[in-house]
Structure formats: C-alpha cells, structure tokens
C-alpha cells in the first residue's frame, strides 16, 4: 500500500489501512470511537484538494481527536486541522520578504457571506446564497488583481468557517485561489494588503 508521502505527491485518496499502520495508537483512539475511517479520509482529501501538506499526520489526527470529540461538524474538522497546521500551509505563500500579502474582504461582504454560508442558517430561505454576492466578490477580486491575474496565486482573508466554504464557490472561477484564515496565519508573519473587495 502507498505511503502518505506518495499519497499527497500524487494526489492519490490516502489510505485507511497506511493511517492505522503509521500512526496506530492515534487512530485506535479516534476511529471508530469518534469518526470513521471515512471521515478521516474526507478530511484529508479536503486538505489535499487545497494543496494543504497531509505530511504532518499526527497533528492532523491529533486534532481530529480533539475536534471530534466535542463537535459533528466535518467543515469544522477541516478547517481545525488547518488551523494547527497554519505554520506550514503559510510558509509556501510567504513573499522573498518574508510578507504574506493578501486580499481582504470589506466587513459587510464577509457579514453577508457568512450569513449565508453558516450551515446552521443554511435552510432559512431569506439565507439562499444570490449569485450577485459571488459575483459581487469576482468582481472585486479581478479588479484588484487585474485579468489576466497578475498575481499566479492570489491569496484571500477570510475568516472560518466561512473559508472553506468561499474557497469552495470561487473554485471554479479561480482555481488558484487560497483562501486563509486569520486562525492559521502565525503571529509573526507581516500580513500587507494589496486591497480590500467592497
């Protein structure tokens, strides 16, 4: 069986049975007392399809351990186990100078997508999310960044849980998009902005 390291080089679904034999005591206690197998290999999936290092598992099961335990919610396990990876998702997206130099969203837009995003409001019907938003957000994106993008892999500010599910709407316009959270940036890093979408 593939070892995770040839896992994320290919981008290969990581295997069950490579998790229990690399880190057995881990998942022992994760699987299947909190999730199954499956979950933990959707969660990596969803990191692999962000270009997200899996590299580190036992952070990732780590957190999944302590995720799981308290909340059900799959978006969250994702975007917990980014958040203790921040060091090394950020440090590839760090300019010569050492800057992460990103893109914010105005206030009021991530209001709004958040509003619309939150899973919890998802069903109220004054929540469904109006293509005008996204656009609104394209829009402002491609204006600051210009088109053809000058920027090979822009990077956007947005706060979790709100992230995962923006980067997931803007992926097919823009497939090199990263979308961050504040939570996974560390505290060190000088964050410059090269805008903000209105």
Not at 7 to 24: F, H, I, M, N, Y
Not at 34 to 40: H, N, P, Q, R, T
Not at 164 to 189: K, Q
Request: glycine content about 4%; some cysteine.
């Amino acid at each position: 069986m593939a070892d995770v390291a040839q896992v994320e080089g290919t981008q290969r679904k990581p295997s069950p049975d490579t998790l229990a034999e690399s880190q057995p005591k881990l998942v022992e206690e994760l699987v299947p007392k909190l999730l199954s197998l499956g979950e933990v290999q959707k969660v990596l999936q969803q990191l692999l399809r962000e270009q997200a290092s899996i590299r580190d598992l036992v952070t990732i099961l780590e957190t999944l351990l302590d995720t799981a335990a308290i909340n059900k919610n799959p978006v969250l396990w994702v975007e917990t186990a980014r958040q203790a990876l921040g060091r090394a998702l950020v440090q590839p997206l760090l300019g010569d100078d050492g800057k992460l130099t990103v893109i914010q969203l105005d206030t009021t837009v991530e209001e709004q997508l958040a509003q619309v995003l939150d899973p919890q409001l998802a069903n109220r019907p004054s929540n469904a999310l109006q293509p005008s938003l996204i656009r609104r957000v394209l829009e402002g994106l491609k204006k600051l960044l210009g088109e053809p993008l000058t920027v090979p892999s822009p990077i956007v500010l947005c706060s979790s849980p709100t992230r995962f599910h923006l980067r997931r709407l803007l992926e097919p316009f823009l497939p090199r998009l990263v979308v961050l959270s504040p939570a996974e940036i560390p505290t060190a890093v000088s964050i410059p902005s090269l805008g903000v979408v209105q």
